[in-house]
Structure formats: C-alpha cells, structure tokens
Nanobody, 124 residues
Framework: QVQLVESGGGLVQAGGSLRLSCAAS????????MSWFRQAPGKEREFVAA????????YYADSVKARFTISRDNAKNTVYLRMNSLKPEDTAVYYC?????????????????WGQGTQVTVSS
C-alpha cells in the first residue's frame, strides 16, 4: 500500500518561508518522479514543481519559479518543497504526488499516488 504523508504546512506572513516534506512508503521511491501540486478554494488543482527520479532535473510553474525549490532524498524516501518569499496567492492545500515513470511531468494524470495534503496559509 503506497502512502504519501505531507507535513510542514502552516500560517506564515507574506515574505516568509516554509519547507514542506513528503514521506513515501510502500513503493520503490527512488525510481519514480515526484511532484507538488496545490489547490486553492474554488480553483482546480494546479502543478507547482516536479523532480525526476534522481533529482538531476526539476521543473517549476512560472508562478513559483525562483521562489520555490523542490528536492529529494532517496535514502530517506522523502521529497521537499522549500518555499521562499511567500505571497498571499500561494495560499492553498499542497499535495505531493508520486509519478508513473522516472521522468517528471506537469499533468495530474502522470501521477498515480497522492498524499492527503497540507494547508499553507499566507497572510498579507
């Protein structure tokens, strides 16, 4: 049984930072791409960042580029999302997802397993 458990969300002021973690189990973590998506109230879930199986390749949505950093530790079966210079529009539930292959993608359909989400709220 595959499990993805996110942590690290919370309330932060605009301009602040958070680091999200996603611990994976039940699957060979190191051979699959991982990603982060987010969903704000009343909006569709959107792509945030992705990383390939080895960590050698990453990709970001334009809205978070240069502010967010995705990384992974395959020895710990964990993927991270470092979020700097947070803005109120970053407020959302953040989900990590495990991919269906080793290379990253930006579509929800390329990820077969999802965590339960962690709330990030940025106050102005």
């Amino acid at each position: 049984q595959v499990q993805l458990v996110e942590s690290g969300g919370g309330l932060v002021q605009a301009g602040g930072s958070l680091r999200l973690s996603c611990a994976a189990s039940g699957r060979a973590f190191s051979i699959y791409a991982m990603s982060w998506f987010r969903q704000a109230p009343g909006k569709e879930r959107e792509f945030v960042a992705a990383i390939n199986w080895s960590g050698s390749s990453t990709y970001y949505a334009d809205s978070v580029k240069a502010r967010f950093t995705i990384s992974r530790d395959n020895a710990k079966n964990t993927v991270y999302l470092r979020m700097n210079s947070l803005k109120p529009e970053d407020t959302a539930v953040y989900y990590c997802a495990s991919g269906l292959n080793k290379d990253w993608g930006t579509s929800r359909h390329e990820y077969g397993y999802w965590g339960q989400g962690t709330q990030v709220t940025v106050s102005s």
